[in-house]
């Protein structure tokens, strides 16, 4: 079971970085008027496990703060992502 702690933990952090790191891409595309990632995407990283590194993301390149479906939705879902991570470590990985 510890293996898998690990796995879950690696996981968790690979997918916060990397929706950390979509909302920068995507603000440097808006910048420079090119192709943009979806905003579905953007959801789907964080609903997947990375709301965390999309809320930060979001205001650490000041990217989607002005449309209210990010302001509440992203938090929205990194709270869900502390929830849900915290009942698979606690009740199911005890």
């Not at 590194?53 to 929205?76: C, D, E, Q």
């Amino acid at each position: 079971m510890n293996i898998l702690k690990y796995i879950l933990a690696l996981y968790f952090v690979a997918i916060n970085i990397t929706a950390f790191a979509m909302m920068g891409i995507d603000k440097k595309r808006a910048k420079r008027h090119e192709w943009r990632i979806p905003e579905a995407r953007l959801f789907a990283s964080a609903l997947l496990g990375g709301g965390l590194g999309a809320v930060i993301g979001m205001y650490f390149f000041r990217h989607k703060t002005k449309h209210w479906y990010f302001v509440v939705g992203m938090p929205l879902i990194m709270i869900i992502n502390f929830a849900i991570i915290y009942a698979v470590v606690v009740y199911l990985l005890d």
